[in-house]
């Protein structure tokens, strides 16, 4: 853990898959099963984790599916079908404390995520978080746009905003929208990967968030 302390953060804003869902399972079970659907090797769980990128769709294209067989949305669909027939995913340890401690805190809270909304809000209400956030953006291609909405609708400023991912392009978004990028240990990415691609602070666990408002 860095043995770091910031201050001014008005917004913490989080991923889903991998940060918010302990899914790392149901996610690489969800890839390879649609890669076998379309006659394509599926891939080693760790291999999977470290090579995985935005895009989403990226990991398909390069495994020889083409537009002409499956559009993105024909994916998103072909996933969610998939990912729903797993068992479901449960909320990161510690996670709904940390949540409470930040509400008291007053500060707001919101979900920025490629998921679909279809498979993220019923995972929040099941782990009765879904009442703790102030805004949801899901579906969302390019984050570091979606960043830059979220900073317009609360009228903060972009070193107000902190953005908590476990994947390096979390990263590279949070840093193109000028916000400030957290790395969570539990999903997909290494340490090593994250702080390579530059996370200003890093998580092994929800509750290091508070380091940041001391």
Not at 28 to 34: E, G, L, P, S
Not at 56 to 80: K, M
């Amino acid at each position: 853990m860095l043995q770091m302390t910031y201050g001014g953060f008005q917004l913490v804003a989080y991923d889903v898959n991998g940060t918010l869902m302990n899914d790392n399972v149901q996610f690489v079970a969800t890839i390879n099963n649609i890669l076998a659907e379309f006659g394509k090797p599926i891939i080693e769980a760790e291999v999977l984790r470290r090579s995985f990128r935005q895009p989403w769709t990226t990991i398909f294209r390069d495994a020889g599916i083409t537009e002409e067989q499956a559009t993105n949305d024909d994916l998103y669909v072909i996933y969610n079908k998939i990912y729903k027939s797993q068992p479901p995913a449960l909320p990161f340890d510690g996670l709904r404390d940390t949540m409470r401690w930040l509400r008291r805190r007053r500060v707001k809270l919101a979900v920025i995520s490629s998921q679909q909304a279809q498979i993220t809000l019923p995972f929040l209400d099941r782990s009765n978080i879904i009442d703790m956030f102030d805004y949801f953006d899901h579906s969302v291609s390019n984050k570091a746009e979606a960043l830059a909405r979220l900073c317009q609708h609360y009228r903060l400023g972009r070193y107000q905003v902190a953005y908590v991912g476990d994947q390096v392009d979390d990263v590279k978004y949070t840093k193109e929208a000028g916000c400030f990028s957290v790395g969570f240990e539990g999903g997909l990415h290494t340490y090593k990967m994250l702080r390579e691609a530059g996370c200003g602070f890093y998580m092994w666990e929800h509750s290091d968030i508070k380091l940041l408002f001391r």
